[in-house]
């Protein structure tokens, strides 16, 4: 890494020769091999805007040109390139996150890994440099891993070649692929322009014509090549996709020929008005594990023997996505009216299972949730149950086509949110932490959180058979966790996992943390408390059995790992209010923070959802001092304070 470890900002890159360049590609390409084989990550999309990133931060004066990239997961070369080179704690708590953070250098704006919003924010900045006097900055938007798919691009572009003053440069990192092949029409026409033999001959043979001029002949091919571009389109048909959007194109070229990069780099730079700079790239470049996986060319992997690309990760138990998986294709394969639909995300969400045995009755929709969503909505009215199945923190984007498009019209859709509550590494933007208290406000809408493999079936069989409402099943990343059996159900549902004698505290939890509860309530035994540990199974509605169980404790306390502002507590406790019952609630989940990436054990220990901080809350709410304040016992009744301490010592 000899070179690599000279370039602690982008202006090292300025001396050096193409020679030099070149084999510090090859440095990086091994340097990141290396290292996220360690740590887990985005692999394959990094591999392959290597030689992009090095042309991209040449050509432009980052941070005073701003930089945004879409999506953020493909930044890590740029990482290397403005400083950061230590990725022995990629991902993980007080290390370099795995997108763009602002406070790791001034060189990341745009934190977000929400795909196909850059285009919106270079506009927006772009406008504001032009409106400020600041005309000299540049904006470089990286369109890729199939970006392009989603709507808001196009929505930007619009506005974009409406106003063609300002100095903006889009980068269309054109690899054919988001996490699998990229889907849709536009992914269709950009593989035929990447492939025609047409253009690339013609293109190399008129470069080659003037290359053997010399000096002055390659500076006349670079200054007419705007207008030879009029011709090349014409063996292209470019401008099918382009000339109505007034707005200037160069391409497409070779993403890992540093020349062609920087030289369309500079062209683009040079023409003050919005240029689209097509590149074709491959994903995994340079690393043959990644090139032969043929599902995603190493998207995104956990630790991994450099090498050969082999898992050295190890699963206890199987993953809630693969129960999920398994399950919906014996549901599918007895009903015929199911179908799957996902945004970009066939093999992350395992609708992949259901595509190889149906593949008519699978649509992967590229990353546009809120068409999938809505189209959702037709299929239901055609007479089909469509199981939308994205990640939870994507369903934030399709708010209002579940509000207006489903729940409105009343259509049998049921949506599965896969790595709900805290993911961990990704941090931010990732965490599904915000589905609960968004989603429970649509009218009608029924909400599952199952706790176990066992429940997940049972639910997910439940959810397909509602034909006049939105159902959502949610579950965590990874394994699944212990299976805890029932004492009893009771007729509406919920499942009652632990009684006491004493009806002290009733302990309601949310999914996985059915085991937090249960940890709850053995400590509160410890200090001769009584805790009830239920899981609703569907947590919104509130069940009656609910709320006729916190009549008789002295006090709630609801356990969810979503945030609690507007949360199922606070649901719980406004239903208990309705129904005339004034037991306690203490609602205990996330802050209305954006949480750190860590894993998720560091995460609940940060913000107290650890069984000792709440045992001893409760422990001090039911003995009267802490708020919120256990209803006093009855006149006969006593707690026994002699038992060990072991809740507040362990």
Not at 520 to 547: K, N
């Given at each position: 890494?000899?070179?690599?470890?000279?370039i602690?900002e982008?202006r090292?890159l300025?001396?050096?020769?193409?020679?030099?360049?070149?084999?510090?590609?090859?440095?990086?390409?091994?340097?990141?091999?290396?290292e996220v084989?360690k740590t887990?990550?985005h692999?394959?999309p990094?591999?392959g805007?290597?030689e992009l990133?090095l042309?991209i931060?040449?050509?432009?004066d980052?941070p005073?040109?701003?930089?945004?990239?879409?999506?953020?997961?493909?930044s890590y070369v740029?990482?290397?390139?403005?400083?950061?080179?230590d990725f022995?704690?990629l991902r993980q708590?007080d290390?370099l996150?795995g997108?763009?953070?602002?406070?790791e250098?001034?060189?990341?704006i745009?934190?977000?890994?929400?795909?196909s919003s850059?285009l919106?924010?270079a506009?927006?900045?772009?406008r504001?440099y032009?409106m400020t006097?600041?005309?000299?900055?540049?904006?470089?938007?990286?369109?890729g891993?199939?970006a392009?798919?989603?709507?808001?691009?196009?929505?930007?572009l619009n506005?974009i070649?409406?106003d063609?003053?300002?100095n903006?440069?889009?980068?269309?990192n054109?690899n054919g692929?988001?996490y699998?092949?990229?889907?849709?029409?536009?992914?269709?026409f950009l593989?035929s322009?990447?492939?025609?033999?047409?253009y690339?001959?013609?293109?190399?043979?008129?470069?080659a014509?003037?290359d053997?001029?010399?000096?002055?002949?390659?500076?006349?091919?670079?200054?007419v090549?705007?207008g030879?571009?009029?011709?090349?389109?014409r063996?292209t048909?470019n401008?099918?996709?382009?000339?109505?959007?007034?707005?200037?194109?160069?391409?497409?070229?070779?993403?890992h020929?540093?020349?062609d990069?920087?030289?369309a780099?500079?062209q683009?730079?040079e023409?003050?008005?919005?240029v689209?700079?097509?590149?074709?790239?491959?994903?995994g470049?340079?690393?043959?594990?990644a090139?032969?996986?043929?599902?995603d060319?190493?998207?995104?992997?956990?630790?991994?023997?450099?090498e050969?690309g082999?898992?050295?990760?190890?699963?206890?138990?199987?993953?809630?996505t693969s129960v999920f998986?398994?399950e919906?294709?014996?549901?599918?394969?007895?009903?015929d009216r199911l179908?799957?639909?996902?945004a970009?995300?066939l093999?992350?969400?395992?609708?992949?299972?259901?595509a190889?045995?149906?593949p008519?009755?699978?649509?992967?929709?590229?990353?546009a949730?809120?068409?999938?969503v809505?189209s959702?909505?037709?299929l239901a009215y055609?007479?089909l149950?469509p199981v939308v199945?994205?990640?939870?923190?994507?369903?934030?984007?399709?708010?209002d086509?579940?509000?207006?498009d489903?729940?409105?019209?009343?259509?049998g859709?049921?949506?599965v949110?896969?790595?709900?509550?805290?993911?961990?590494?990704d941090?931010a933007?990732h965490h599904?932490?915000w589905d609960?208290?968004?989603?429970?406000v649509?009218p009608?809408?029924?909400l599952a959180?199952?706790?176990?493999a066992?429940?997940l079936?049972?639910e997910?069989?439940?959810a397909?058979?509602?034909?006049?409402?939105p159902t959502?099943?949610r579950?965590?990343?990874g394994s699944v966790?212990t299976?805890?059996?029932a004492v009893?159900?009771?007729?509406d549902?919920?499942?009652?996992?632990?009684?006491?004698p004493h009806?002290d505290v009733?302990?309601?939890?949310v999914?996985?943390m059915?085991?937090l509860?249960l940890?709850v309530?053995d400590?509160l035994?410890?200090?001769?408390i009584?805790a009830t540990?239920?899981?609703?199974r569907w947590?919104?509605p509130v069940?009656?059995?609910?709320i006729?169980l916190?009549?008789?404790?002295?006090?709630?306390v609801?356990?969810?790992?979503g945030v609690r502002v507007?949360?199922i507590?606070?649901?719980?406790r406004?239903?208990l209010r309705a129904?005339?019952v004034?037991t306690?609630v203490?609602?205990?989940?996330l802050?209305?923070?954006f949480l750190e990436h860590a894993t998720?054990?560091e995460?609940?220990?940060?913000v107290g959802?650890?069984?000792q901080a709440i045992?001893r809350d409760l422990v001090?709410?039911v003995?009267g001092?802490r708020?919120?304040?256990a209803?006093p016992?009855?006149?006969d009744?006593?707690i026994d304070?002699?038992?060990?301490?072991r809740?507040?010592?362990?």
């Amino acid at each position: 890494m000899e070179l690599l470890r000279t370039i602690r900002e982008p202006r090292d890159l300025d001396a050096l020769t193409l020679t030099q360049l070149e084999q510090l590609a090859d440095e990086i390409r091994r340097f990141l091999v290396a290292e996220v084989s360690k740590t887990g990550g985005h692999l394959g999309p990094n591999l392959g805007v290597v030689e992009l990133t090095l042309g991209i931060h040449r050509i432009f004066d980052s941070p005073r040109d701003a930089i945004v990239w879409d999506t953020g997961h493909q930044s890590y070369v740029h990482k290397l390139l403005t400083g950061r080179q230590d990725f022995s704690r990629l991902r993980q708590k007080d290390g370099l996150a795995g997108y763009p953070q602002r406070a790791e250098s001034p060189h990341d704006i745009v934190e977000s890994s929400h795909a196909s919003s850059s285009l919106s924010w270079a506009d927006g900045i772009s406008r504001a440099y032009e409106m400020t006097g600041q005309g000299d900055r540049h904006v470089v938007a990286v369109v890729g891993d199939g970006a392009l798919t989603g709507g808001m691009t196009w929505e930007a572009l619009n506005n974009i070649t409406d106003d063609n003053s300002r100095n903006l440069v889009i980068v269309v990192n054109d690899n054919g692929r988001s996490y699998a092949p990229t889907i849709g029409g536009m992914a269709r026409f950009l593989s035929s322009v990447r492939t025609r033999r047409s253009y690339r001959t013609f293109r190399r043979r008129t470069e080659a014509m003037f290359d053997h001029l010399g000096s002055p002949g390659r500076a006349f091919y670079r200054g007419v090549r705007g207008g030879l571009h009029g011709f090349l389109s014409r063996f292209t048909n470019n401008e099918a996709l382009y000339s109505n959007l007034d707005i200037k194109y160069i391409g497409p070229i070779d993403g890992h020929d540093i020349r062609d990069v920087e030289r369309a780099l500079r062209q683009a730079k040079e023409f003050e008005a919005p240029v689209i700079v097509h590149a074709i790239t491959q994903k995994g470049k340079g690393y043959e594990p990644a090139l032969a996986d043929v599902a995603d060319q190493f998207h995104a992997v956990g630790q991994i023997d450099p090498e050969t690309g082999e898992s050295i990760e190890t699963a206890s138990a199987p993953s809630w996505t693969s129960v999920f998986a398994d399950e919906l294709v014996r549901l599918a394969d007895r009903d015929d009216r199911l179908v799957g639909i996902t945004a970009a995300m066939l093999r992350p969400t395992g609708l992949h299972k259901l595509a190889e045995k149906h593949p008519h009755r699978v649509f992967d929709v590229g990353i546009a949730e809120q068409h999938a969503v809505a189209s959702a909505a037709g299929l239901a009215y055609g007479g089909l149950h469509p199981v939308v199945a994205v990640y939870a923190t994507f369903i934030n984007r399709a708010f209002d086509q579940v509000l207006m498009d489903v729940a409105l019209h009343k259509a049998g859709v049921t949506f599965v949110l896969d790595r709900a509550g805290v993911t961990g590494p990704d941090g931010a933007s990732h965490h599904g932490v915000w589905d609960l208290s968004i989603l429970q406000v649509v009218p009608g809408i029924r909400l599952a959180a199952p706790r176990d493999a066992t429940r997940l079936l049972e639910e997910l069989a439940e959810a397909v058979s509602v034909d006049d409402a939105p159902t959502v099943i949610r579950f965590s990343k990874g394994s699944v966790g212990t299976e805890f059996d029932a004492v009893r159900r009771t007729d509406d549902g919920v499942d009652v996992l632990r009684e006491a004698p004493h009806k002290d505290v009733l302990i309601v939890t949310v999914g996985p943390m059915a085991k937090l509860g249960l940890e709850v309530a053995d400590r509160l035994a410890d200090q001769g408390i009584g805790a009830t540990v239920v899981d609703p199974r569907w947590v919104v509605p509130v069940a009656g059995s609910i709320i006729e169980l916190a009549r008789d404790h002295r006090i709630v306390v609801s356990i969810e790992d979503g945030v609690r502002v507007g949360g199922i507590g606070t649901r719980i406790r406004q239903d208990l209010r309705a129904a005339g019952v004034d037991t306690a609630v203490d609602e205990l989940g996330l802050p209305d923070e954006f949480l750190e990436h860590a894993t998720r054990g560091e995460i609940f220990e940060r913000v107290g959802l650890t069984a000792q901080a709440i045992a001893r809350d409760l422990v001090a709410q039911v003995l009267g001092t802490r708020i919120p304040v256990a209803r006093p016992l009855p006149d006969d009744a006593t707690i026994d304070t002699t038992a060990n301490d072991r809740s507040t010592q362990q």
